[in-house]
């Protein structure tokens, strides 16, 4: 039996009989466990993938010169290479480990469902309620986890691109990032809190413009929150900012605007 067949016949066999024993439940949470093992993408899959995605990203940004802008030169990137290359093998490094941790929690959360779903169905079976629409529900709400799988591949690698666009950033002296969220995108699950950062500006604490005393912090600093894709499948990122005259003016001290109306002389 593979996972859905499995799961099938653990949902109809509850929907019969009901909680009538933790047998019964143990007997079933036995066997998804097993046929979720076996259906699921092999770890080293897996890996193999997200190593090819993390790969193509840093290839992309830093050996074929994605990151290289009207602010960002090739000798810029290049003098970074070390550090960039890196945030890498960092991240890969740490993906056998994600990938381990989420295929449990994966099939942990299957099990904590159906277990959670099993022991409500009072002893006897459930004879009242729509037998097909609850057997559609709950294999629904189980079934989703082969899909799950992947998402590790797309989170880890908007992380690595979030990271190397703020190293970059950061070392070729952004005094500001302003927070680009894509609540606005249909189906896009987006934060609450990540929608309300929308078009926010935060300074780079210890930027060059705040030392010398031309920009004050309207929305607070990057480090005050979390980075852009730090939160589990967030997908927001920062637009860099460079100099104070791409700031509003309101974030321009008395010194700021007076250094800003000499250089527009
Ligand atoms: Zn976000």
């Not at 899959?45 to 090739?74: D, H, M």
Request: hydrophobic residues 35%.
């Amino acid at each position: 039996m593979n996972f859905y067949e499995t799961l099938t016949a653990a949902v109809n066999d509850i929907i019969e009989y009901g909680f009538d024993s933790k047998k019964r439940i143990d007997y079933w949470l036995e066997k998804i466990k097993k046929a979720a093992e076996k259906e699921l993408i092999p770890q080293h899959q897996v890996q193999a993938e997200l190593e090819k995605s993390l790969n193509n990203a840093y290839s992309r940004l830093v050996t074929k010169g994605g990151l290289i802008n009207k602010e960002i030169s090739r000798f810029t990137i290049d003098r970074l290479k070390p550090k960039l290359r890196a945030e890498l093998d960092r991240r890969i490094m740490a993906s056998a480990n994600l990938i381990k941790y989420n295929r449990e929690d994966a099939i942990n959360n299957t099990l904590r469902r159906f277990e959670g779903w099993a022991t409500s169905i009072p002893k006897g079976g459930n004879k009242t309620t729509n037998k097909v629409k609850q057997k559609q529900d709950i294999r629904k709400s189980l079934g989703k986890m082969p899909f799950e799988q992947r998402r590790v591949i797309i989170d880890q690698t908007h992380k690595l691109i979030s990271n190397i666009n703020n190293i970059v950033a950061v070392d070729n002296g952004a005094i500001a990032a302003r927070w680009h969220s894509h609540w606005r995108q249909m189906n896009y699950d987006y934060r609450k809190d990540h929608k309300e950062r929308d078009e926010h500006i935060y300074l780079i604490r210890g930027n060059w413009a705040s030392e010398k005393g031309l920009i004050k912090a309207v929305d607070g600093y990057t480090d005050d929150i979390t980075m852009p894709g730090e939160e589990v499948y967030c997908r927001c990122n920062y637009v860099y900012i460079y100099d104070i005259g791409s700031l509003p003016e309101n974030f321009l001290t008395i010194k700021g605007k007076k250094a800003l109306s000499q250089v527009k002389k």
